[in-house]
């Protein structure tokens, strides 16, 4: 009963993740990538093309998405296994946490500052090759996605439930992956977006920063708890007022409910 809170931090981070310095300016030449360019092959018009790179992005998507949930069911299995020692875990996890987070503003661990990035010699010629281009972006880009996803596994493998850290995760990547598919579906808006957002890169990276040491802050405290207590509160309160009322405000109220029943 202690996952609204957890979810909703876990899609949040997955969006700052996309919209990092280094990832949201880069996001044209993946499509080109995935996409093959965007040239119509022999026989192809313009717009099966542009399908193609659709479902290329969701592949590729898929690809992240499983690597974070398998490693996010492996360190929360670790964590069970010491589940005597969760006090120092919680403890260690919420120090490197707000360590992440300072160094996401400040920048002052130039050794996270490796990546090794994956390359292609061309571009994925199926949908397999899309799916493990994307496990690879997952396991290669550190500096881009590494702080935060970081973060996310600690707090999701915490209290040694596979199953619940297979969720959070699964809520990071539909965070970072839903960009991406939504790039894909409308690259042309999506261009003239991203040239506003190279404006706003630093503040959105300060607030990554910010972010995880609150995260940190409350693994560290163990006030994690509360606070997800205090939003079902809030959310139950919104649930009996929402009900019978129709509309925007009871189909939210489904969802909620929905959401608090796991």
């Not at 050794?111 to 199926?126: Q, S, T």
């Amino acid at each position: 009963m202690q996952t609204g809170l957890s979810v909703f931090i876990a899609f949040a981070a997955g969006l700052l993740s996309f919209f990092s310095p280094c990832v949201v300016p880069l996001i044209p030449s993946w499509l080109i990538f995935l996409g093959g360019g965007l040239k119509p092959a022999t026989g192809n018009t313009a717009e099966e093309s542009r399908k193609r790179c659709f479902l290329q992005t969701l592949c590729f998507v898929s690809g992240f998405s499983v690597l974070f949930i398998i490693l996010g069911v492996l360190l929360s299995s670790a964590f069970m296994m010491l589940k005597s020692l969760s006090r120092w875990i919680n403890a260690g996890a919420g120090v490197l946490v707000i360590l992440l987070g300072l160094n996401t503003i400040f920048d002052f661990l130039s050794f996270l500052n490796y990546e090794k990035r994956f390359h292609a010699k061309g571009p994925p010629r199926g949908f397999v090759s899309s799916f493990l281009a994307g496990a690879a972006f997952g396991a290669g880009w550190t500096p881009c996605v590494g702080p935060v996803l970081s973060a996310i596994l600690l707090l999701a493998s915490k209290d040694g439930k596979p199953a619940l850290a297979g969720l959070y995760l699964l809520c990071y990547s539909l965070g970072l992956g839903l960009p991406f598919i939504a790039a894909a579906a409308f690259m042309d808006r999506f261009l003239r977006i991203t040239e506003t957002l190279k404006t706003r890169l630093t503040l959105i990276r300060i607030i990554a920063g910010i972010l995880l040491i609150i995260i940190g802050i409350m693994i560290l405290t163990g006030r994690f708890s509360a606070l997800n207590i205090l939003l079902q509160k809030l959310q139950y309160s919104y649930i009996d007022w929402a009900e019978g009322r129709g509309g925007i405000a009871e189909s939210l109220s489904r969802w909620l409910q929905l959401l608090l029943s796991f």
